[in-house]
């Protein structure tokens, strides 16, 4: 069974631009949350997703925003870059909500 | 003051040791998540957990709902487990993680 995919691995990215990052579930998971780690906040929860409704926000701005499709693979958009959004961004995946989580191995994002 | 602490921030042990790393957390939770990460960003999840204690391999996680502790325990330790393990509370909004704790082993 594949695990979580995301894409692209890196990005480069100047302030000012907008940013999409997809994640592809494990078959068979309904829910994906995103997550934003950085080396002087730690990991932060961003957003949950599941049945292509949001049930969760985390504290980010309206910048941050996500979806999800039918087929559960989920996208999340950051517009008008600031340098500060420089971050791993993780995506996990579980059957349900509540459940075990399988992590992504992110996408890797710099903002210059 | 955090909503999840973890203790100690960084370890290090000899190979063989048993390490305990712990998570105290001030929110009411529906379950809890010991997660280990290596160097380059792959998170693994180890534990799920809403009560009592589970046991997997070397690894075994306990939680107190009472005194909101949840303690994670390495016996026979190796090298390879040289990661960062962090907690992280489930509560009705979100996922809210701890600091992580560095472990080094050393052969």
């Known amino acids: 069974k594949a695990g979580v995919t995301q894409t692209p691995r890196y990005l480069i990215k100047t302030r000012g631009q907008q940013v999409t990052l997809s994640c592809s579930p494990i078959?068979?998971?309904?829910?994906v949350s995103w997550y934003q780690q950085t080396p002087g906040q730690g990991l932060q929860f961003l957003f949950e997703y599941f049945s292509e409704t949001q049930r969760n926000k985390g504290n980010f701005p309206g910048r941050f925003s996500g979806r999800q499709f039918s087929n559960s693979r989920s996208e999340m958009n950051v517009s008008t870059l600031e340098l500060g959004d420089s971050a791993l961004y993780l995506c996990?995946?579980?059957?349900?909500?509540?459940?075990?989580?399988?992590f992504g191995s992110g996408t890797q994002l710099s903002v210059l | 003051k955090n909503e999840v602490e973890q203790s100690p921030q960084n370890l290090t042990a000899q190979e063989g040791e048993f390490i305990t790393i712990n998570c105290s957390y001030s929110?009411?939770?529906?379950?809890l998540h010991w997660l280990q990460q290596h160097p380059g960003g792959g998170i693994v999840s180890l534990f799920m957990?809403?009560?009592g204690k589970k046991k997997h391999g070397r690894l075994i996680a306990t939680i107190n709902i009472q005194e909101k502790h949840s303690s994670l325990h390495i016996t026979a330790s190796h090298p390879r487990d040289s990661a960062v393990y962090i907690c992280a509370v489930k509560s009705a909004r979100q996922l809210t993680f701890g600091s992580g704790t560095q472990l080094t082993v050393l052969p």
């Open positions: 996990a995946s579980s059957q349900w909500t509540g459940r075990e989580l399988f």
């Open positions: 929110v009411g939770i529906s379950a």
């Open positions: 078959s068979g998971h309904r829910s």
């Open positions: 957990l809403s009560s």
